[in-house]
């Protein structure tokens, strides 16, 4: 299972970090992502990371301004967010890879997402 | 616009038989396989098809998945009524190092 939290009403220019925390399987294992949806748009991948968190890789959209990360002691993945923009107001999910071997395989377990909305 | 190319929409009747296609290049859908997720708004999505064609347990077989070259398909046949949702292809982009999705196909059963 996954739950996400730490979304809410941001200014343009502010940060906020989400975490996704994770129960039922092994989380050092597993790759995680995040995965976006905008309103009234579709999914859109941000950010992955490998299960001993040495590997991070960004969407084009939130390359520098963006910072992926896990904490395998507390089971929970994060994603840092700086200088947000009104393009990043979206559910934000947490998405598990399903193999314990690679980054990019299919996401078998999704949360159901924390809501960030970015507006003056 | 997104780096794979779906249809926005699909529809169908009840027992008929819908497919979706996904279009991309060399550096995503030509050299990695494809996955299919289904999506209903304001829910968790779900994983329909992994590796261009493999059904996780609990997915009817009435949906099947098939890729070639850079294109590949999502058929489902027996069209239900609760079948109606959002669905993606999604794939790993060697270029991009990094998922790409498509832009969702949304389908409806009339």
């Known amino acids: 299972q996954l739950v996400e939290s730490g979304g809410g009403l941001i200014q343009p220019g502010g940060s906020l970090r989400l975490s996704c925390a994770a129960s039922?399987?092994?989380?050092?294992?597993?790759?995680m992502s995040w995965v976006r949806q905008a309103p009234g748009k579709g999914l859109e991948w941000v950010s992955a990371?490998?299960?001993?968190?040495?590997?991070?890789y960004y969407a084009y959209s939130v390359r520098g301004r963006s910072t992926i990360s896990r904490d395998n002691s507390k089971n929970t993945l994060y994603l840092q967010m700086n200088s947000l923009r009104a393009e990043d107001t979206a559910i934000y999910y947490c998405a598990k890879v399903s193999v314990t071997t690679t980054i990019n395989d299919a996401f078998d377990i999704w949360g159901q997402g924390t809501m960030v909305t970015v507006s003056s | 616009q997104s780096v794979l190319t779906q249809p926005p929409s699909a529809s169908g009747t009840p027992g008929q038989t819908v497919t979706i296609s996904c279009s991309g290049r060399s550096s995503n859908t030509g050299s990695n396989y494809v996955y299919w997720y289904h999506h209903l708004p304001g829910t968790a999505p779900k994983l329909l098809i992994y590796?261009?064609?493999q059904r996780p347990s609990g997915v009817p077989d009435r949906f099947s998945g098939s890729k070639s070259g850079t294109s590949a398909s999502l058929a489902i046949s027996g069209l239900r009524s609760e079948d109606e949702a959002d669905y993606y292809c999604a794939v790993w982009d060697d270029r991009l190092s990094g998922w790409v999705f498509g832009g969702g196909t949304k389908l409806t059963v009339l």
């Open positions: 039922g399987f092994t989380f050092s294992s597993h790759a």
């Open positions: 990371v490998s299960g001993s968190g040495g590997h991070t």
């Open positions: 590796r261009n064609n």
